[in-house]
Structure formats: structure tokens, C-alpha cells
T-cell receptor, first 112, second 115 residues
Framework: KNEVEQSPQNLTAQEGEFITINCSYS?????LHWLQQHPGGGIVSLFM???GKKKHGRLIATINIQEKHSSLHITASHPRDSAVYIC??????????????FGKGTKLSVKP | NAGVMQNPRHLVRRRGQEARLRCSPM?????VYWYRQLPEEGLKFMVY????????ESGMPKERFSAEFPKEGPSILRIQQVVRGDSAAYFC?????????????FGSGTQLSVL
């Protein structure tokens, strides 16, 4: 079983701060997902990455396959970034597309 | 250009009743996934379907739960004889699966409450 650990569990930041959320997993994978769950419950897929780094607007995701670790960075944070951020990985045997193991999430609150 | 559509948004059932949750994937997507999020817990994979086929149901409870994705119409997650422990948010996602791993597009979820 692939264990997924996220840190921190909760994070409060001031608007404009640089934010880092971490995700570690126990078994090697081929791809990792970062998701955002809004306060209303809706889920948006932010990134899917298998190596290196991806950037979209103020969001940057990095992954280190050897160290089994990924980070999600938010630059110039804004109150609208307040959400739960979830990382997810496939099970160690590969499994089917979409059969993911999810972290418990990092609840981010950005204060104005 | 509608995204993944789930309905109903909220569903209230009494113990012993049946719950039917619907999911229409994004246009052009033929792969659907169902997930459950229990209160204060993380998301859990339930089932992966393609049109008319169940590909992976390893996360589905063995009893009372079933899923289908017919040739025409939405995917349905059906829960028979609901119990209070079934109260949760149920999300579906879809993908086009052009490659081995594809970005998932999620619906807004159905919040099931069992009285």
C-alpha cells in the first residue's frame, strides 16, 4: 500500500506570502496529482506530474522521484487561494487510471 | 462546454431506501471514476468505468453498492438499503485517457445524507 503524507495539516498565511505544501509517499510512482478542494466542496485538478516541475499562474508543483516527495508552491498568495490542497498517487502495483490514494489534505487559509 | 455534471447536488434518504447518484462526464470523455469522501476523512477511490464496462471496482463495498455506465446516458452509482454510514460526499471524475495517466476533471459532488 502506498502511504501518502501531507504537511502541514493546517496553514494560515497573510496575503502575499509564499506558501509551500509538502507531500511524501512511500512507494515509487509514475505520476502524482495535486488537487484543490474549495470551501464549497468542489474539486479541481491543479497538476499531474511525473518529473521535474510544472507551473500554472502563481502555482508551481515540483516532484523528486528519487526522494518520493512533491511540493506545491503558491506565490503571492491571495484569500481566494484558501482551500484544501490534496495530493494523490496511484497504488504501488500500478492499478488503473483514477485508482488513486489520496492524502488527507492541507487546509490553507490566507488572511487579507 | 459543460464540465462534469453530477446530480442531485444534495440527496436525503431514510435508512433502507435506495440512493441513485448520476454523473455525466465531460464531452468526449469515455472514462468515469467514482470517489467517496466521508466526513472528516480523505477521498477514497470506489470504481472506474468505461462505457458499458466496469474496469476496476476494487474500492467498492462488496454489498449494496453498484455502478454502471451505459452506452447512452449518465453513469449511475446506486446504493441499496442505505445506512447512516453511507452519508458522505460522492464525487465523480472523467478523463479522456489519451495516455497512461490523464488529468482528471471532477464534478461538484453529491452530498448524501441518510436519516
Amino acid at each position: 500500500k502506498n502511504e501518502v503524507e501531507q504537511s502541514p495539516q493546517n496553514l494560515t498565511a497573510q496575503e502575499g506570502e509564499f506558501i509551500t505544501i509538502n507531500c511524501s509517499y512511500s512507494v515509487g510512482i509514475s505520476a502524482l496529482h495535486w488537487l484543490q478542494q474549495h470551501p464549497g466542496g468542489g474539486i479541481v485538478s491543479l497538476f499531474m506530474l511525473s518529473s521535474g516541475k510544472k507551473k500554472h499562474g502563481r502555482l508551481i508543483a515540483t516532484i523528486n522521484i528519487q526522494e518520493k516527495h512533491s511540493s506545491l508552491h503558491i506565490t503571492a498568495s491571495h484569500p481566494r487561494d484558501s482551500a484544501v490542497y490534496i495530493c494523490a498517487v496511484p497504488p504501488p502495483y500500478g492499478g488503473s487510471q483514477g485508482n488513486l490514494i489520496f492524502g488527507k489534505g492541507t487546509k490553507l487559509s490566507v488572511k487579507p | 462546454n459543460a464540465g462534469v455534471m453530477q446530480n442531485p447536488r444534495h440527496l436525503v434518504r431514510r435508512r433502507g431506501q435506495e440512493a441513485r447518484l448520476r454523473c455525466s462526464p465531460m464531452k468526449g470523455h469515455s472514462h468515469v471514476y467514482w470517489y467517496r469522501q466521508l466526513p472528516e476523512e480523505g477521498l477514497k477511490f470506489m470504481v472506474y468505468l468505461q462505457k458499458e464496462n466496469i474496469i476496476d471496482e476494487s474500492g467498492m463495498p462488496k454489498e449494496r453498492f453498484s455502478a454502471e455506465f451505459p452506452k447512452e446516458g449518465p453513469s449511475i452509482l446506486r446504493i441499496q438499503q442505505v445506512v447512516r454510514g453511507d452519508s458522505a460526499a460522492y464525487f465523480c471524475a472523467s478523463s479522456s485517457l489519451r495516455g497512461r495517466y490523464e488529468k482528471l476533471f471532477f464534478g461538484s459532488g453529491t452530498q448524501l445524507s441518510v436519516l
